[in-house]
Structures are given as structure tokens and as C-alpha cells.
């Protein structure tokens, strides 16, 4: 038999980020027209953010323990700013709901945040042990 390549993410975890994206993404579509763009950009910039914190988390775990908490520190602020200088800009320069758009963004951040930290923990309890 021929093995399977492992997924880069637990099969639960890739699982729960597909439904909670159909889910999401499905929901658009009954709200009204004017509330859509904004529900929509909230959620991808949600995901932006857990994926930055993804993809910087596996960085910074290949730093020694000396440097590490200087390099998260400075990943931290990094992607805070830009997350938030984006928030803005959005707020600022698009024309739609900004309520929506803020429930969707934090909705979204959140999920994936927990998502993110349980991956995240999986993975660096499997390569410490």
C-alpha cells in the first residue's frame, strides 16, 4: 500500500477551518448587500492575522532560547502593526458596514486564534517529546 503524505495540520484542525470557512463564507450571502463586502473583508483579514502568527511562530521556534523571546517580542509588535495599520486603512477608505465588518474580523480572529494555538501546541509538544 501506498503511504499517505502527512498533512501539515491535524486532519480535526483542517477540518474545523473548512467548515467554519463554508459556514462563514455561506452566511454572506444572507445578509444584506450592502453589509456583504464588509462581513466579507473582516473575515479574511481575521485569517491574515492567524496566518502571519502561523507562519512567524514557526520561525521563531527555530531560534535558540536565548533570542527567542526577542524575536516573538518583535514578531508580536510586527504583526500587530500591521494588522492594525490594515483595520484601519479598511475603516478608513472602504465604503461599507463598519460594524459588520469589526464582528466579522474579531469572530474570525478569534476562531482561528484558538485554532492556531492548538495547532501550534500539538506541534511543539510533538517535536519536544
Known sequence: ?????ALWMPRPIAVS??????????SAFFLPQNLTSGWLAGYFLGLLAVVLH???SIFAQRADDARF????LAGLLIRFLIILT???FLLLSENFDQF???????????FHSVNDVIL????LTNHTG
Do not use: D, R, W
Request: glycine residues 4%; charged residues 10%.
Open 17 to 26: 477551518l473548512l467548515i467554519y470557512a463554508i459556514l462563514h463564507l455561506s
Open 86 to 88: 490594515l483595520f484601519v
Open 54 to 56: 502561523y507562519g512567524f
Open 120 to 123: 501550534l501546541n500539538k506541534k
Open 69 to 72: 523571546a526577542k524575536i516573538f
Open 100 to 110: 459588520g465588518f469589526t464582528v466579522a474580523f474579531l469572530i474570525s480572529y478569534i
Open 1 to 5: 500500500m501506498k503511504k499517505q503524505p
